[in-house]
């Protein structure tokens, strides 16, 4: 809990900072500009990456597989994109981050070692074990 309210009272912050110290330097008109242009390139990026992840979504249930990295490259696009979306440098410097596929999957695999291994494995101990469930019902004549 103290995290995420650090987290809240930080951000700002140095968004604040950052906003009037780059501000100072090039201009508030460029200032303005640089925040409003992150965002409308952001957006198209994460419309485009955001498509793409849904095609692989869509390939992979059709498969047959478990789509557990897809759906959190989906999640790490939905926070890019809010990222983005708000005004800032700091924020959108971790927007785009997020938005760079080598960088996402790096994150990705740090944050959720193991835990996506572990999914995909036990579904496929399942599926190999020869086990079929389901439920029967004895129709009497």
């Known amino acids: 809990m ?6 809240f009272l930080v951000v700002p912050l140095l968004e604040i900072y950052l906003l009037i110290e780059i501000g100072s ?17 952001g957006a198209a990026l994460v419309r485009r ?10 390939s992979a249930t059709e498969a047959g597989e478990l789509p557990a990295i897809t759906i ?7 926070v890019a994109g809010a990222l983005l979306l708000t005004p800032g440098f700091f924020t959108d410097a971790i927007g785009f981050v997020l938005l760079t596929p080598p960088l996402r999957q790096i994150l990705i695999r740090r944050w959720f070692s193991g835990r996506i291994e572990g999914m995909g494995s036990a579904t496929q101990r399942k599926r ?14």
């Open 25 to 41: 330097v090039i201009g508030a008109v460029w200032t303005v500009a640089g925040v409003v242009g992150t965002a409308v390139v």
């Open 128 to 141: 190999d074990s020869g086990v079929v469930e389901g439920e029967f019902r004895r129709l009497d004549d």
């Open 49 to 58: 990456q955001g498509l793409a992840a849904l095609g692989r979504f869509r």
């Open 72 to 78: 959190i490259e989906g999640l790490a696009l939905l």
């Open 2 to 7: 103290p995290l995420l309210f650090l987290t």
